[in-house]
């Protein structure tokens, strides 16, 4: 649009000068001839094709002199494609000089580097306003890791500090409770009367009865503690721009360790899919079974360095392998299609 005003002024200061100078002549068919230039000067892509137009255009100088008054039109395109070089046009306007001919292309070869300039603010404009968008996106993922991973450390927080609770309650009660076992059978051994024997005897049953309570009650507050499943689909339900799919097949009363393990492992498989791959689907597949537990952690990245994958996800894999080994079990990965994490856990087995 501003360059259609722009030119549209040259035109009319154009139109004035050629009238000014020769009010006899025909002038609409030199205004159509160098009208139509400039129009094709701005719509030919190729600068080849622009050059011929400008030889073209001299040519018409050269054989009719009032074409010179329609230079300052043809000027604004030579300025955007040779810039100072424009200045070795300046001597057509002396094959028939005229002061206001003049000063428009003065003007038209301003209005020219006015737009030249324009268009180079505008460029740095655009790239700037990218890498602003860019900043802005990244910081926004920044955040909402940092979130995601905040959240999960104070839900490890919650649950190290629950099971240490347990552990302790399990520790100081069963201890007690033990020791009053103990007390009571010896009681019985010292005691004669068959009356204080038979009480001590429902005694040492009532405590042993409740020793046993207080086991099952604290093992299954810490089983109760982990819902694995419920654990994962929370997870993966807080993953930014990535399409999460879980298949989950383990046994329901699986051992707390073990769910805590494999909760760890998939937390460490997602970490490495977000901060390390450009990848929008995520697999995770767990399964059970005869022998072993089987997690595949499976993405569809395709921007990753393996060398330099490997070395900043290392504490990741160390943490992994140390997990498989504690089951006997083992850790391979593979970059094919993305990356993809297969441990197998050995039931039973624990070093």
Known sequence: MRRFIEKFFITMFCLYNTYKIHPDENLVFYFLISLIISL??????????????????????????????YLPLILYNIYLDFAIYTLLAIPLFFMDFYILNFMTA??????????????????????????????TIYLIKYNEQLKIDREKNIEIAILTE???????????????????????EALKIVSKEKNVISGLNTLQNTLANGMEDIRKSIHNLYSESLDLEAEIEKLCAEIPNINTEIVYNLEKDLDYNIKFDILSIVKEGITNCIKHSNATKLKITLLNQPKFYSI?????????????????????????????????????????????????????DTV
Do not use: P
């Open 40 to 69: 094709l000067l701005d719509l030919l892509l190729l600068k080849k094709r622009r050059i011929f137009l400008y030889i073209l255009f001299i040519i018409l100088c050269f054989s009719n002199n009032l074409f010179i008054f």
């Open 296 to 348: 595949i952690i499976k993405d569809n990245g395709n921007i990753f360095d393996k060398n330099t994958s490997l070395s900043s996800k290392g504490i990741g894999l160390v943490s992994m392998e140390d997990i498989a080994r504690k089951y006997n079990g083992f850790l391979n990965y593979k970059f094919e299609n993305g990356f993809q994490i297969h441990l197998t856990l050995m039931k039973g």
């Open 162 to 184: 629950r099971n240490r609770i347990a552990r302790e309650l399990h520790d100081s009660i069963g201890h007690g409770i033990s020791s009053s076992i103990l007390q009571v």
């Open 106 to 135: 003065v003007i038209s070869i301003y209005f020219s580097a006015m737009r030249e300039k324009y268009n180079m603010l505008l460029e740095e404009n655009k790239i700037v306003r990218d890498e602003l968008t860019e900043d």
